[in-house]
Structures are given as C-alpha cells and as structure tokens.
C-alpha cells in the first residue's frame, strides 16, 4: 500500500474515533481527550460539537441567521386571484365576486374562496379545483380513514398554523406527501424537510377534508410538542435547546425557521422532541404562501 493512502486511512479512521468539534473557539478542538467526551457531543444540522458551550454558541448562530431569513421573507403574488380566475372560467358573475369581496371587506378575515362558499356562489370542490390551477398542484381525493398513518411524524401546532396535513410517507424515496387547502406554503415545506431529511410533494384537499383530518391528528398529539410563545431572542432560544438537548440525552438536533415558528427537533434514544418558539404573533401567517388578511381584490386569492 502506498504511504500516502495509509496515511489518508488513518486519518479516516482518526476522524470517526475522534471527531473534530466544528466550533472554532473551541479549546479542545483535535485533542485526544475527545475519545472520552463524543458520546456526550451532540450534531446541530449534521455539525458535531463536542460540549454544551460549543452547542450553545453554535445554536445562538444558527437562530441569528434563521431569524434573519424569516425576516426577510415575503408572500408569493399571483398573476391571477382565485376570484377573478374563476370568474374567467364561467363560474361566478362579477356581481358575485363582488359581493364576496365586500363580504370579506366587511368580516375583516377569511379567504376569497371561504366567502364564495358561504354566500352560496362556489362549492368546496370547484374553490379547492380554482386553487389546483392557481397553484399548479394536483388534487389529493377524499382521503380514507387508514391514510392518515403519519401520527407523530410533525407538530400538530404547525399543522394547525398552517392548515395542512402529512398524508403519506413512501419509505422507500423518503418523499412526504402534504396537502393544504389554502394554498401551498413553500416556508413549510422547506422546513420539513430540513427537519425531517426528506423530498416533499404537495396537494391540494378541500376545507372539509382538512378540517377531519385535524380532528383525527388532534386526540394523537404528542407530549414531546413543547410551545414556548414568548421566547424570540436568539440567545435565550439557544439555552433553551441546549438544556433540553442535555436533559433528554440528544445525539441530534437540527432546527429552521417555519412561518411563524423557529421549530426545533431533538433526537435522542426515545424518539424524537420538538420546541416550537413563536416568533411571530398568534394569528399572522408569514409563510411565503400568503399573509393575512386579504382584503382587496389582488389579495383576495
């Protein structure tokens, strides 16, 4: 064998028995004392830090950033509103995408399609196939009961936020199949599969559909789902997760911005945790599918 490959083999071997703490202003970074220490480190996003002080700095950098990405997110525009492009399909009359909006004007809350509905002008299943072609997404059926199998996979409080449902897991192409039914929340997305290290598909369902499968997911919530609504500081969201992080024993821990949640996973030998800290008010949505309230006729989609 020659030197060089023999020498590239034990470095290999070198950097599994002992992995190199990825904090820079870490004291024993490389040093042979690591060998009693791993177990005890802890992967922040698939980086391996040594102690609960390099975990801790590395967290509070990680909430900087993501923080800032949140921020600076912004809703999705369509070309087309839902009202007017049903309305260019035969199925309202102008008199009654106006009564809708005015309707939705005065009531100060709800989407286009919900007012559509009530004032008896659309019916669930041509609003939910408006949304298909606005979205450009397929139309996931009624569901039966056994297809809601994905209990536990995500916090129930983010499914709530952002009204959507896990409906199928392939484990052979780790794709996770979520529907919506007020649009497709892309924050969302990206974040499940940070989170959960999988491909996402998404699909469209009706209001009743969605609202059934809530009820089934709800009596199945999780006491690892801890919501903390007052926390929005970097600092103090890190010391929170690096507490719990050393009191359940977690070997990993990634976390992303998620609408109006900084959502925290911990793995450990047990299943899994998640912290959820609100970082926006109750009640906004600041995906990038849609904000509320829409109230003029280029928001009312």
Excluded at 62 to 67: G, I, K, N, P, Y
Excluded at 87 to 114: C, E, F, K, V, Y
């Amino acid at each position: 064998m020659r030197p060089s490959l023999f020498i590239a083999g034990l470095r290999e071997q070198s950097n599994k028995l002992f992995p190199r703490c990825n904090d820079s202003s870490c004291g024993g970074r490389g040093t042979w004392w690591q060998l009693y220490w791993r177990k005890a480190g802890v992967r922040l996003n698939r980086q391996w830090y040594c102690s609960p002080q390099c975990f801790e700095r590395a967290a509070r950098q990680s909430f900087v950033r993501a923080l800032a990405n949140s921020a600076s997110s912004r809703p999705v525009r369509h070309r087309v509103p839902l009202g007017l492009l049903m309305l260019s399909r035969g199925q309202l009359t102008n008199r009654q995408l106006r009564l809708a909006l005015d309707a939705q004007r005065s009531g100060g809350r709800g989407r286009i399609g919900h007012w559509l509905q009530q004032l008896g002008f659309a019916t669930e299943q041509q609003v939910t196939a408006a949304l298909g072609m606005q979205w450009s997404c397929p139309i996931f059926a009624q569901p039966e009961p056994g297809d809601f199998t994905c209990l536990g996979l995500l916090p129930f409080p983010l499914m709530e936020s952002f009204r959507m449902l896990p409906i199928h897991f392939v484990a052979a192409t780790q794709s996770l199949y979520l529907a919506f039914c007020e649009g497709i929340e892309y924050a969302a997305l990206c974040a499940i599969e940070h989170i959960l290290g999988c491909h996402t598909e998404a699909c469209l369902v009706g209001d009743s559909v969605l609202n059934a499968g809530l009820q089934r997911f709800e009596p199945a919530r999780r006491r690892g789902e801890l919501v903390f609504e007052s926390c929005r500081q970097a600092a103090e969201m890190a010391r929170i997760a690096c507490s719990y992080a050393l009191k359940l024993g977690a070997g990993e821990v990634r976390l992303a911005p998620c609408g109006p949640f900084m959502w925290v996973r911990l793995e450990h030998t047990e299943g899994h945790t998640d912290l959820l800290f609100r970082t926006h008010p109750a009640g906004l949505r600041t995906g990038l599918g849609h904000a509320m309230p829409p109230l003029s006729l280029q928001e009312s989609s």
